[in-house]
């Protein structure tokens, strides 16, 4: 039976990361390991930072299910025994990586995946003043999908996403709205929006006042992210949202994130990938996932001063994770 060891770690980011009523300059992760003495799986997450689910609330639901976890608890189990959210991502992706390494191979292939191949990724623009925020999008060389981080103040936000086209006419554009608008500034963002080519706008309205998207008539697509937590909330996403943001710390892993985004996609909704900043080993499992995305936001190691080595590699606007990162059943 595994043996569980519980880690945690503040995370440097190389610069403020601004974002509708927040500002990180650091990120708290959890690495929980699991090793039988021949083998090991390692997992990380940052958790659910606006459900308060921080290292203190991740580490005591891990140690209330250790007992079951070193017993030898199987990933469907966690699904029971811990509920959505950081702690059970931490020990699903521990789970997953030492079940690949038992078997000799990769968590893909236990997945019933293709072989994996690079992704498309957003690499994101904090929020910032119009100026600093077409510099850092002119910064991005080799990306071809940006994501906007905006935080609800409607004309400033409009005059971020004007300065953004006219510094990158040739990325595909997307906004991040992260709750903080009103239902009433909607068709005056939209018709922004589209003149500006923006292809997706993602949590504009507060989680909880999602009811307020019915009927809502706009050429964008708009995703759901905080209002999406889980499998549970997916089938509450049809005529309100038309792309799931699935992120592994939210929904509680990879074990449950293919779930989700099989049940949308029956469901007629789109698939994206999303992640909490965190290192390189909590941004592989998300690129499994990405497998089966339409679209693919995985930048959070971007953002911090140092990642883990070895890591995960972007070029030319996209992102692979190697099998030497995690789970490579090695």
Not at 279 to 295: I, K
Not at 302 to 330: N, R
Request: hydrophobic share 45%; net charge negative.
């Amino acid at each position: 039976m595994p043996r569980l060891t519980v880690a945690t770690q503040t995370l440097r980011l190389a610069e403020p990361f601004r974002i509708t009523g927040y500002v990180f300059e650091t990120a708290d992760v959890l690495v929980a390991t699991l090793d039988d003495g021949t083998h090991r799986g390692r997992g990380e997450a940052a958790g659910v930072y606006y459900l308060g689910d921080d290292l203190a609330h991740m580490r005591a639901q891990i140690e209330s299910a250790r007992a079951a976890i070193e017993a030898g608890a199987t990933r469907d189990a966690l699904r029971t025994i811990l509920p959505p959210g950081g702690a059970r991502n931490a020990i699903d992706a521990a789970s997953w990586e030492l079940e690949a390494a038992r078997a000799g191979r990769p968590v893909w292939q236990l997945a019933g995946l293709e072989p994996p191949r690079a992704l498309l990724t957003t690499l994101t623009v904090p929020a910032d003043t119009p100026a600093a925020m077409a510099a850092k999008a002119r910064g991005y060389a080799g990306a071809r999908s940006i994501k906007v981080k905006l935080t609800g103040e409607l004309d400033l936000d409009l005059d971020r996403v004007t300065a953004i086209r006219a510094a990158r006419p040739d990325v595909w554009l997307g906004v991040d709205g992260n709750q903080g608008f009103a239902r009433a500034d909607l068709p005056r963002l939209i018709e922004g929006l589209v003149a500006c080519g923006v292809a997706l706008l993602e949590q504009p309205l507060p989680r909880g006042a999602d009811a307020e998207l019915e009927g809502l008539a706009s050429p964008i697509p708009i995703a759901g992210d905080e209002s999406l937590l889980s499998l549970a909330d997916v089938a509450g996403a049809v005529g309100r949202f038309d792309v799931v943001n699935i992120k592994l710390d939210k929904c509680g892993g990879l074990t449950e994130g293919l779930l989700m985004a099989r049940a949308a996609r029956d469901l007629g909704l789109g698939v994206m990938v999303g992640t909490m900043v965190g290192t390189s080993l909590a941004t592989a499992p998300g690129f499994v996932l990405g497998q089966l995305a339409d679209l693919v936001d995985l930048d959070g190691p971007t953002f911090l001063a140092q990642d883990h080595s070895p890591g995960v590699s972007y070029a030319d606007g996209t992102l692979f994770a190697g099998a030497d990162v995690w789970g490579g059943g090695a």
